[in-house]
């Protein structure tokens, strides 16, 4: 026979060896969970690490005694260049006062010389002085609220809302100043923060490690506890929110300068908006990408995530191809082998049940998130099945100044997948200050309140102030 009729018995063998080895596989899987259930414990791919001296290029911190981080820290060669131009750059005057009231009700009022008014301005050219956005936490009927005049009722006309004088829950009150420079990657007071989420680890961020350490910048990305090359207790208890964001916070004093960045994505969102609220001095800017909207954390009773180790063992070929699926918008080879370099979803099922019913935070509420007082970049891929745009668009609302930029080409490993664009935004960002040039002056500023619809306030100040 000739090579023509030979062909697709060669193909055929090909396909059937695969399939044979992705059987075996699973078939291995199986028994892994099996025996894991017998013996009591679960089955862990992450290596606990014993040493803390770098290796590779890695450091190793012990944040806490027998709980080991990987860390990425380059510290490019480079001429520093000192501060001398820190004269330029702008401020932000913060006035705030946030209401929440007990029907679910949340009023944020920017008072006198705000950010919006020193950075936003109307169609006339007039600066805008002070705003008003109010917010619906939750969808409520309240008679009171709907209520008209008889007149107007018995004439057809729409009723005219009526507000009743409530008592609320709890009132903010949030008044400071900030300076916002531009961040260039000469200065040595600048460092970078990569944080990634659940079932990822710092390779994810590769192309950004190498892309901005070649601009200058200092930059540190870390594992998680249980991801990537750091230590992975087999203790619940390790793997909770507040037990993360403690690793995140002895990572971030080691290696904090003047100015820092934070860069999260998906989880890593929540521990990077820790930080910037707990050390507002120091944070300098924020990314946020694919991060979700500004709510609590609370972990789903009813989730896959909630069963057995063992069987989430088994279950885990079957969770890979789900999270490759829903994690990047096309499932070609080249995005497995993405997947596969940024030694994503490589952790244990029992690691990954503790990350998951972990995720408790309260306190991560929507006045937590306006609270935040630095600049705020948020990035979405459009095509994201974790993270509607929605939820982003409603951070955008609530922080005091975000910026809002989404890549149509892009899904929940956006990052991984548009690494040029992603890059070109966050390094715009760094370079990115407010212009102050046309402030008006104290005594000229009125006390005005204009409303600002929650749909477009935040799109507006984009719109204005865009890098």
Not at 65 to 74: D, E, W, Y
């Amino acid at each position: 026979m000739g090579g023509a009729d030979r062909k697709p018995y060669h193909l055929s063998t090909f396909l059937i060896s695969k399939i044979n080895i992705q059987v075996s596989a699973m078939l291995t899987s199986i028994m892994d969970g099996i025996l894991c259930c017998l013996a009591g414990k679960s089955a862990n791919v992450v290596v606990p690490i014993e040493t803390c001296e770098p290796a590779d290029g890695f450091e190793f911190v012990e944040v806490k005694p027998g709980r080991v981080l990987r860390v990425r820290h380059i510290v490019p060669e480079r001429a520093v260049v000192t501060e001398h131009a820190n004269g330029q750059g702008g401020s932000v005057h913060c006035k705030r006062k946030i209401t929440v009231y007990r029907n679910g009700q949340l009023i944020i009022e920017n008072l006198g010389e705000v950010v919006r008014s020193e950075l936003l301005h109307c169609q006339n050219g007039d600066p805008e002085h002070s705003s008003t956005l109010e917010v619906e936490l939750s969808n409520y009927n309240s008679p009171a609220t709907s209520t008209g005049t008889p007149d107007r009722q018995l004439s057809g006309q729409p009723p005219v809302p009526r507000r009743r004088h409530r008592k609320p829950k709890r009132t903010v009150l949030i008044d400071c100043e900030r300076k916002i420079s531009s961040c260039k990657g000469t200065h040595a007071d600048v460092a970078l923060f990569f944080m990634h989420g659940v079932g990822g680890s710092l390779d994810i961020w590769g192309s950004q490690l190498d892309f901005f350490s070649r601009l200058g910048y200092e930059v540190i990305a870390p594992d998680l506890a249980g991801h990537g090359g750091s230590s992975a207790p087999q203790i619940a208890a390790a793997y909770t929110f507040y037990a993360l964001a403690e690793d995140m916070r002895a990572i971030f004093k080691r290696y904090a300068r003047r100015r820092n960045i934070l860069i999260g994505h998906s989880y890593g969102v929540s521990f990077c908006t820790f930080l910037a609220h707990e050390y507002p001095e120091q944070v300098h800017k924020v990314v946020m990408i694919n991060g979700g909207g500004p709510t609590a954390l609370e972990p789903s009773l009813c989730s896959i995530f909630n069963l057995p180790a063992c069987v989430l063992h088994c279950l885990t070929p079957c969770l890979a191809w789900s999270f490759l699926k829903a994690g990047f918008a096309r499932q070609g080879a080249k995005e497995k082998q993405l997947l596969k370099e940024g030694n994503a979803f490589n952790v244990s099922s029992f690691v990954l049940r503790a990350m998951m019913s972990g995720q408790y935070w309260p306190e991560g509420d929507e006045v937590y998130h306006a609270e935040i007082a630095v600049p705020v970049l948020l990035v979405h891929g459009m095509h994201d099945k974790f993270v509607p745009v929605e939820e982003d668009q409603r951070m955008a609302e609530i922080l005091l100044l975000a910026f809002l930029k989404v890549i149509d080409e892009g899904s929940h490993m956006v990052m991984m997948e548009c690494p040029e664009a992603v890059n070109t935004l966050l390094h715009e960002f760094f370079l990115w200050e407010p212009d102050n040039s046309s402030k008006p002056k104290q005594e000229t500023i009125k006390s005005t309140k204009d409303k600002i619809h929650p749909a477009n306030g935040a799109a507006q100040l984009a719109a204005e102030n865009k890098p």
